[in-house]
């Protein structure tokens, strides 16, 4: 069992470094594939023994071996939290068919969080691929009932195309794309959940960032990483936290 947790923690250090790369691409139009990877200062190509997740950052001390530039620590940090929750996921989800669409979540939101933290951008291609993804994921592995998916997608693109509206462009339409896709994913309840979560860490966090003066005040903060903590977690717990709030309305507080 113990090899099973360890091969899926490098299956996902492995995948973060190459989610790294479609999330840098991507949004500016260029190939994943070609040209290969290199130092952004000196345009030196990376050897293979260069592109090892994390263990090539600590080697390298985080340069360059070419120049001596400074690596950005985002690159090593994306590939260990891929790592992280592609072994957790099996933990939580269990052994089941569901693992795969728990895996594929995780994949859209690396791409989706390295792309909006660099360009403030969702991009329409990679919402496109990943929707095919849950589309059949969905129907080899339906909601409980199946219909749910539906009212989910619909009503996941109504609710956020309402407040975009609502806050004249406070959401942009990639994260009124993206909540249909999510709606899909999570069914009606929990894809609503999953907006209060997410609206609620960027709220904590930015709060946060605003009174350590990390950011300043009205900069544009990207929204996508708190999709993503608030999605996997209305999806991991949601329906136990749905119960526990019930419990405690029912009871009073």
């Given at each position: ?7 899926f ?5 492995i995948?973060g470094?190459?989610y ?7 949004p ?11 130092c ?13 997740p ?7 001390k985080?340069?360059c071996?070419?120049?001596?530039s400074?690596?950005?620590?985002i ?15 099996p933990?939580v ?6 693992l ?5 979540l995780?994949?859209?939101?690396m791409?989706?969080?390295v792309s909006?933290?660099?360009?403030m ?18 129907i080899?592995w339906p ?5 749910d998916?539906l009212?989910g997608?619909?009503s996941?693109?109504?609710?956020l195309l309402?407040?975009?509206v609502?806050s ?10 993206l909540y ?5 994913v999570?069914?009606?309840k929990?894809?609503l ?8 860490f960027g ?6 960032a605003?009174?350590f003066r990390?950011?300043k ?5 990207p929204?996508?990483?708190f999709i993503?903590?608030?999605?996997l977690t209305?999806?991991?717990?949601g329906?136990?936290l749905?119960?526990?709030y019930m ?7």
């Open positions: 069992m113990i090899i099973l947790f360890v091969y923690l490098l299956v996902g250090l995948l470094s190459f790294n790369v479609v999330g840098l691409r991507v500016l139009g260029k190939s994943i594939v070609t040209p290969r990877s290199s952004p200062y000196c345009g030196h190509k990376l050897k293979l023994y260069e592109l090892i994390v263990l090539s950052y600590l080697i390298q985080g340069k071996r070419g120049c001596k400074r690596i950005s620590p690159y090593p940090f994306f590939e260990l939290l891929t790592g992280i929750l592609f072994m957790t996921a933990l989800i269990g052994w089941s068919g569901e795969v669409v728990a895996l594929s995780i994949s859209m939101f791409i989706i969080i909006d933290i660099h360009y951008l969702i991009p329409d291609k990679i919402l496109i691929w990943f929707a095919g993804i849950f589309l059949l994921e969905r080899i909601l409980n009932p199946w219909w998916s009212l997608a619909v996941g693109f109504i609710f309402l407040i975009a609502a004249k462009g406070g959401i942009g339409g990639g994260d009124v794309k249909a896709l999510l709606g899909l999570l069914g009606f929990l894809v959940l999953s907006f209060f979560l997410s609206t609620l709220a904590v966090i930015g709060g946060l605003l009174l990390i950011v005040r009205r900069q544009p903060i929204f996508g990483p993503a903590a608030g999605t209305a999806y991991y717990w329906s136990d749905i119960n526990l419990h405690f309305l029912n009871q009073g507080f």
